[in-house]
């Protein structure tokens, strides 16, 4: 398991790891309201969708401890923070429940912190049994941060590749450098590296050349939103490489804990697509590097359909070839 924490609760203040000057720096935020995590969460210091709903969770303890009366003003402020992410949603119902049935602030404390280890169980388990798929002397390919850093602990498919790599079964991983927030390059890297697994960084446009000139034989990734069809919203650039993967004959793992699946959405046509600012990609670092005044499209999450998806894993075990039936049959009523 990884020594990272990059959400750590003391009490009367939520301690968030900075993602945004990682690898070259380590700052820390200290949010002591609702208003505080919420901003935390729009502006990515803190990202990843499992870490996105923890952080919101003690986001609502630190607005109880300053009134109950505001309670459900910091849900609201919370959940526009980022819009696609369901982990967020959910953890916000689940802290609501608890409140409509009668819950302090203490012990909403209590369930934060519940919410917070429970992640991390569940990716401990995740990742054993993402790793039960991957062969001896796996190649592997992932893309964004899905790791320590974007979660509870340990990581959803970096979880995986972390847990295949204690079993010996990791001869090479690659990753993207994922623009435009460079999650890869700065994130994924640092945490391969920190623990001595065999890695590579790759730009983003060289994934299929990788495929076609290598044999690569999983792509392991993590999801933000999974509809009932197993339709799955990922990191803008999911989707190419899933496309690419099926033409190359790699196969194609998703890895995500059960709050992650939205039954609620059929398919993924229905999952919100958030957009920013065009200047994330016109600018890098405050420097401008299109011409003054260029327009971008800038969608951070792409929707990646089910039938290009050979395995997705979730704590309660492993869909194969999933469809609305199977996830249904996994999940229940969830």
Request: charged share 20%; glycine share 8%.
């Amino acid at each position: 398991m990884s020594t990272v924490e990059p959400i750590v609760w003391h009490l009367d203040h939520l301690r968030l790891l900075d993602q945004r000057v990682l690898p070259h720096q380590t700052g820390y935020l200290t949010c002591r309201s609702a208003a505080d995590v919420a901003e935390a969460i729009h502006a990515m210091a803190v990202r990843g969708a499992p870490a996105i709903g923890i952080a919101a969770a003690y986001g609502l303890v630190l607005a109880a401890r300053a009134g109950l009366d505001g309670f459900e003003a910091a849900v609201a402020v919370l959940a526009a923070s980022r819009p696609t992410a369901v982990n967020l949603r959910w953890a916000l119902e689940r802290m609501q429940r608890a409140r409509a049935s009668g819950a302090d602030a203490t012990a909403l404390e209590a369930e934060a912190i519940a919410i917070h280890q429970e992640d991390l169980a569940q990716n401990l388990r995740m990742g054993e049994l993402g790793a039960a798929l991957l062969p001896k002397g796996a190649r592997v390919l992932t893309h964004c941060n899905t790791g320590a850093l974007a979660t509870g602990g340990h990581g959803t498919a970096l979880g995986v590749i972390r847990s295949a790599h204690a079993q010996g079964k990791i001869a090479q991983v690659y990753n993207t450098e994922t623009r435009p927030w460079l999650q890869g390059a700065r994130l994924t890297a640092w945490e391969l590296q920190q623990e001595g697994i065999p890695a590579r960084l790759i730009a983003d446009g060289a994934a299929a050349h990788l495929m076609h000139v290598e044999k690569i034989d999983w792509v392991i990734v993590g999801a933000d939103r999974i509809a009932a069809n197993g339709d799955t919203a990922n990191k803008i650039g999911t989707y190419q490489l899933a496309v690419a993967a099926r033409y190359h004959g790699c196969k194609f793992m998703v890895v995500a804990p059960s709050g992650t699946f939205d039954l609620a959405c059929d398919s993924g046509a229905q999952i919100p697509i958030e957009e920013r600012t065009a200047t994330e990609l016109t600018e890098f670092r405050g420097q401008a590097i299109a011409p003054t005044g260029f327009d971008a499209f800038n969608p951070v999450f792409d929707v990646t359909p089910a039938t290009l998806i050979d395995a997705i894993v979730c704590e309660r075990g492993v869909i194969e070839q999933p469809n609305t039936a199977q996830v249904r049959a996994l999940l229940g009523g969830h």
